[in-house]
């Protein structure tokens, strides 16, 4: 990705850590990336089950508009979001979605689709809540938009104490998805 | 006069206690002026805000302020006092002890102002309590209820007289029988008087039970 | 599986607005199929029943029931109710909205309105939390407690809101919980019949904040709680209805009394 | 006078605008803050909550707005750097209490995350229609601060500029934050307490028997004292002497004279440019000047880069105090100029001002955004375009069409 | 479950004339939140979770033990998503405290 300004989306439900991935990968992008980003997010008034998003732009300089209007990533956890958001995803751009609860229409443009089951591998590790960071493994190993030593770093700050263990275990499975899968 | 009495009962109970660091707060309506007498550190605020308060029967607005500051029992020493009406009118008033009691005040008493003696002790051990204390002190509403109501408007005289003839003193009363009806006796006296730990206490004891020494305490 | 794909309380319902916006495992949905049943259950005629609501998870109520319903701003659900009333007694009038609305910001108004003996009927759902802005400490959040704003434990001594219902002057008082869903729909009848301010307290489970941040598990967890810790004792002496923090709850029917409602006084009082 | 180090959490965070405020807060020194749960402000005091019991503070979350804003006033007359934090509903309902901490000349801050209105509106998207409201919003004649920041960034330092100009000059000092602000994430540097200048309240050192709670010193501005020092003082929210005595009925031929209400307005007038600040950019030779401030200042620069590449000369001017408003600057430049673009979360505050000022020497035109997000910077530039085509001198303001309602209303 | 479990000290003189109702359930799974209060408090235990997620992502009920509903409707009243309720069966209603 040879832009300057990159906007990403992760889009789900309330409840799924949506907004929580936004943190993670803008503070490990701005902190220990050294490059700017400013996170951005939408929710309805419910805490869970509503739609809901983050939308993170990254630059080389300081971010002037602070949303997204066309996403170069999209991450989808719902088919709400995937209908919501899709359509403002660019034509280069790559779609990552858990294939359980998103079923995609066949691509526009060069959009790249990559899917991993990331609910079912958070619920094999042991709690569904880490399926946000089974994706962001899966994100980092795909986009390289952020090094795996920023997010290793980022994720035990974002995290409650008692859970940094199981996210970066589970943020090793989805990064080691993407590699087992090859795509 | 009869605001007077309750003013000098507060100048007595303070002199008494010989505290030294006492704010009165008062509010809007008949009171207003009542602050602005007293050498002590006075506030007077908008309607209904008076919260740690010396005020008039603008319980209308202030009800919540009220009720919360009993729950949090904030060290306050406020006397409410209050001119209520007589005459036949919808709206049934509050019985405000028992509602001070519910709303956990730790000290309630009721006196008409001609209880000058009792009002001035009641205000003193008030004063003196730690947690959110609430006197009723029942004075004339000068002219306007008294007038309307059928009580000679000439005659605050008789008003005190009207007290005198109707009030009847009984500490052990329970609260929910305090109710002031015109065709009962209006019945004064200490009802509650009990020990319960302070807002600011609470709020020590629990964050230096969380934070151990990483707690700054709050001076 | 029938054909039929509709559920019997549809009639009752904004359908174009189901899904609600409430969080699983809450229970401010089993209270409204409670109020639902209870208007069933005494043959209400939809068309004069209005609902008014404050802000608040709960205060989303009026905009699922499918009644004249008013979305108020924050605490003013009664103030709006009041005028409800008072325009047109004919109607039945109820609010429904939550803790942090009716006690805290509303408590005024509460109080007053009790005082009054407006014919209302307040359906109070306490979940012990502010969740609709993400979980700050409430009126009733019980002693040590935490909450966003209690981020070391509540030290504030939470109301008691049957008890302040009482010494305001409310004609009928009741608590339960959001599993008693009968005996709720049972008082819900009561109070709807019951000339006066009628005040129904249903302790809610808030699945997402209250138990989240205190480890108490999900809303089937908090209903299991109130299943083993909820004791009925009608009658019982309002001031013995403080709740402590995952302690004992006692529910039941508290004041049920006469006192002339304040349009009957009004009357009285022009003539 | 420099910061407490013990009240600044040095360091680097990715954190939102609402928590930087509350970081500026315990960093300017604030010992207490009554607030009350609204979203968007929700998460400044959550964040102070935490924060208060280590810097030995008082975070106590009020019944409702009104309680809270008058806590305020009741502990900063009893000693303590006070604040709240709100949003337009809550905003509203401390009106009485703002308009009664400036009779009194009260110290204290006001966080407002500006949110869609009127009335509940939309809670979680962002507005900056409250603007006319902070400075009007209270009955009678009394002048407030107000600033407005564009990131996390000067939400921590503009937090403490607010205290620092409400203990200067004893009055309230607005925050006039919004939604888009108080969410965005973003990379935070709190700087060493060395770094951080706090302006210490404007105590009373003379003889105890001669204070009078307002009376001025030079600036307009008089000394204050705290309850329970022994001065025995007196507040009304009525009409009140110099010492603080309320004015009766009978004195009403003197209250023009003996009244301290004058003073209200002209002590922040007569400090206006000590007090106002803004920042201006290629102003020299510009034909087009953007006034802007908050989230909109910085989504405007989008549109004046993309005019600048057209070839335009374009300015821009940022409001970041909005109040007192620099109306001798806007002045200037309308003589100089083809005319102001306003771009404002809004339909139309802030560019009666600019209107106002420019006394028909310059044109006017506003481009207005209803709320929930913020302006395409392609609108700005389309209107900086307009501006500097347009050779013709209009009467009053002229509203620019986005093109967001060009599509809709055709 | 009832026919399984209860055990009369005695007949109901009234046995043939009482017919104990047969409950339908009906899910609308994509209301569902998968809260499992209707899991949970079924009074014999009728439904259970199923692996499948509906289009919100939680696992809905499915009737486990379609014979078992006796139609009391608790489901019906404890589900805060409106998406579950039962009909009674008038035709199937069995007399199976005879059997």
Not at chain 1, 149 to 176: H, Q, T, W
Not at chain 3, 28 to 44: C, F, S, W
Not at chain 4, 7 to 27: E, K, M, P
Request: hydrophobic content about 40%; charged content about 25%; overall charge neutral.
């Amino acid at each position: 990705m040879g832009k300057k300004t990159i906007g990403i989306r992760f889009a789900g439900f309330g409840g799924q850590g949506i907004i929580r991935s936004g943190i993670i990968v803008g503070r490990a992008v701005s902190i220990y990336d050294n490059k700017f980003a400013t996170m951005n997010q939408s929710f309805g008034p419910e805490a869970r089950g509503g739609a809901c998003s983050s939308e993170l732009v990254i630059s080389d300089s300081k971010v002037l508009y602070p949303y997204v209007t066309v996403s170069d990533v999209l991450v989808v956890m719902s088919q709400e979001g995937y209908d919501k958001f899709e359509p403002e995803l660019s034509e280069e751009g790559m779609l990552l979605i858990d294939e359980d609860l998103v079923k995609p229409k066949p691509p526009r443009g060069k959009i790249k689709i990559f899917s991993i089951p990331a609910t079912k591998l958070a619920e094999e590790l042991g709690n569904r809540i880490v399926a946000n960071v089974v994706m962001l493994g899966f994100f980092t190993s795909l986009t390289k938009v952020v090094s795996v030593e920023a997010m290793r770093k980022a994720i035990p700050e974002s995290v409650p104490s008692r859970f940094v263990e199981l996210n970066l275990k589970a943020f090793d499975c989805g990064y080691e998805y993407s590699r087992k899968q090859k795509c | 006069m009869n605001q007077n009495s309750v003013i000098v009962s507060l100048a007595n109970a303070l002199e008494r206690t010989g505290l030294e660091k006492v704010c009165v707060v008062s509010d809007v309506l008949y009171k207003k002026g009542i602050a602005d007498y007293l050498g002590v550190d006075l506030f007077h605020t908008t309607r209904g805000r008076t919260n740690c308060s010396y005020g008039g029967f603008g319980y209308n607005r202030g009800e919540s302020f009220h009720a919360r500051c009993a729950q949090k029992k904030l060290k306050n020493a406020p006397s409410v006092n209050s001119v209520f009406p007589l005459y036949i009118c919808p709206e049934q008033p509050f019985n405000i002890p028992h509602l001070a009691k519910s709303c956990g005040a730790v000290y309630v008493a009721r006196w008409t102002a001609l209880h000058k003696a009792e009002l001035t002790n009641s205000i003193a051990e008030a004063l003196q309590k730690q947690g959110f204390s609430v006197i009723e002190a029942i004075s004339p509403g000068e002219g306007n209820f008294a007038g309307v109501d059928g009580v000679a408007s000439d005659a605050r005289e008789k008003l005190l007289k009207f007290y005198y003839d109707n009030s009847e003193i009984k500490d052990t009363e329970p609260t929910e029988n305090l109710a002031i009806d015109s065709d009962k006796k209006i019945i004064v006296g200490k009802f509650v008087d009990w020990e319960r730990p302070t807002f600011i206490d609470l709020y020590n004891n629990q964050l230096r039970h969380t934070l151990g020494n990483k707690f700054v305490p709050y001076e | 599986m029938s054909k039929e794909k509709h559920h019997p309380m549809e009639s009752w319902l904004r359908m174009d607005r189901i899904p609600h916006i409430w969080c699983p495992g809450c229970g401010i949905g089993t209270t409204l199929t409670a109020v639902i049943a209870a208007l069933e259950k005494i043959e209400a005629n939809p068309d004069e029943v209005c609902v008014v609501s404050g802000i608040g998870c709960t205060g989303r109520a009026a905009g699922y029931l499918k009644f004249d319903s008013f979305h108020t701003t924050h605490g003013r659900a009664i103030p709006f109710a009041t005028g409800i009333k008072l325009a047109n007694p004919k109607l039945k009038v109820m609010v429904i909205s939550g803790d942090g609305d009716l006690v805290a910001i509303g408590g005024n108004h509460f109080v007053h309105a009790a005082r009054r003996n407006i014919d209302l009927t307040v359906i109070c759902v306490n979940n012990f939390i502010y969740a609709m802005t993400g979980g700050q400490v409430a009126p009733t959040t019980p002693l040590t407690a935490y909450s966003t704003t209690s981020p070391y434990g509540n030290f504030e001594p939470p109301a008691n809101i049957p008890r302040l219902a009482e010494a305001a002057g409310a004609v009928y008082v009741a608590r339960w919980t959001a599993l008693h869903v009968r005996r709720l729909t049972k008082s819900i009848v009561e109070a709807i019949q019951k000339p006066g301010f009628s005040v129904v307290e249903v302790i809610s489970p808030c699945a997402q904040y209250y138990s989240r941040i205190n480890r108490l598990g999900d809303g089937l967890d908090m209903m299991k709680f109130y299943h083993q810790n909820s004791l009925i004792k009608h009658m019982e002496p309002t001031e013995n209805l403080d709740i402590q923090y995952q302690e004992q709850i006692i529910v039941g029917k508290f004041v049920d009394r006469e006192r002339v409602p304040f349009t009957e006084l009004q009357k009285e009082g022009c003539n | 006078m420099k910061a407490n180090p013990k009240d600044v959490f040095s360091g680097t965070y990715y954190i939102d605008g609402d928590v930087a405020c509350a970081y500026g807060a315990a960093a300017a020194g604030c010992k207490f803050l009554a607030g009350y749960p609204i979203t968007p402000s929700t998460e400044a005091a959550e964040a102070f909550a935490k924060l208060a019991p280590q810097i030995g503070a008082m975070f106590i979350q009020m019944e409702d707005e009104l309680g809270s804003i008058v806590a305020v006033l009741g502990a900063s007359w009893a000693g303590k750097k006070s604040m709240t934090i709100t949003s337009g509903p809550g905003f509203s309902l401390m009106m009485e209490g703002i308009g009664f901490g400036a009779a009194l000349e009260t110290p204290f801050v006001i966080i407002n995350i500006q949110r869609g209105g009127p009335s509940t509106g939309v809670p979680t998207r962002t507005g900056q229609a409250d603007m006319m409201q902070a400075r009007w919003g209270s009955h009678g004649d009394y002048e407030i601060i107000a600033l407005s920041p564009d990131s996390p960034q000067e939400s921590f330092e503009f937090t403490i500029k607010a205290f620092n100009l409400a203990e200067r000059y004893r009055v309230p000092v607005m925050l006039m934050s919004d939604e888009c602000v108080g969410h965005m994430t973003e990379k935070v540097v709190i700087p060493s307490a060395s770094e951080i200048e706090v302006e210490p309240r404007r105590f009373y050192h003379g003889p105890k028997d001669q204070y009078l709670p307002f009376k001025p010193e030079r600036d307009l501005v008089p000394p204050m004292v705290k309850a329970g020092e022994g001065y025995r003082l007196h507040l009304t929210g009525l009409v009140h002497d110099e010492n603080g005595y309320p004015l009766l009925d009978c004195d009403i031929d003197e209250v023009t004279q003996k009244s301290t209400t004058r003073r209200l307005v002209d002590k922040i007038r007569a400090n206006a440019d000590k007090i106002i600040e803004i920042k201006e950019d290629s102003l020299d030779d510009a034909e087009v000047v953007v006034v802007s401030y908050g989230i909109t200042s910085r989504v405007a620069l989008k549109g004046i880069e993309q005019a600048r590449e057209y070839g335009i000369k374009v300015g821009s001017l940022r409001l970041v105090t909005v109040w007192p408003f620099p109306e001798k600057r806007i002045t200037e430049l309308a003589h100089k100029i083809k005319g102001f673009v306003v771009p404002e979360i809004n339909y139309g505050q802030i560019v009666f001002e600019v209107e106002r000022c420019s006394h028909g020497k310059a044109n006017v035109v506003l481009v207005p955004h209803g709320g929930a997000g913020v302006h395409n910077p392609d609108d700005i530039f389309e209107a900086i375009k307009q501006v500097a085509k347009n050779k013709e001198k209009y009467e009053g303001v002229v509203e620019y069409r986005t093109s967001l309602e060009r599509l809709i209303f055709g | 479950m009832l026919k399984e479990t209860t055990k009369y000290w005695r007949t109901p003189l009234d046995i043939d004339k009482v017919k104990v109702p047969q409950g339908e359930v009906h899910i609308i799974k994509d209301r569902c939140k998968g809260c499992g209060f209707c899991v949970e408090y079924c009074p014999n235990n009728v439904l259970e979770f199923s692996d499948e997620f509906n289009l919100m992502g939680y696992h809905p009920p499915f009737v486990k033990n379609e014979d078992a509903c006796r139609g009391c409707g608790l489901c019906e009243m404890l589900c805060p998503e409106f998406a579950i309720w039962v009909t009674i069966k008038e035709d199937a209603a069995k007399d199976s405290l005879q059997k």
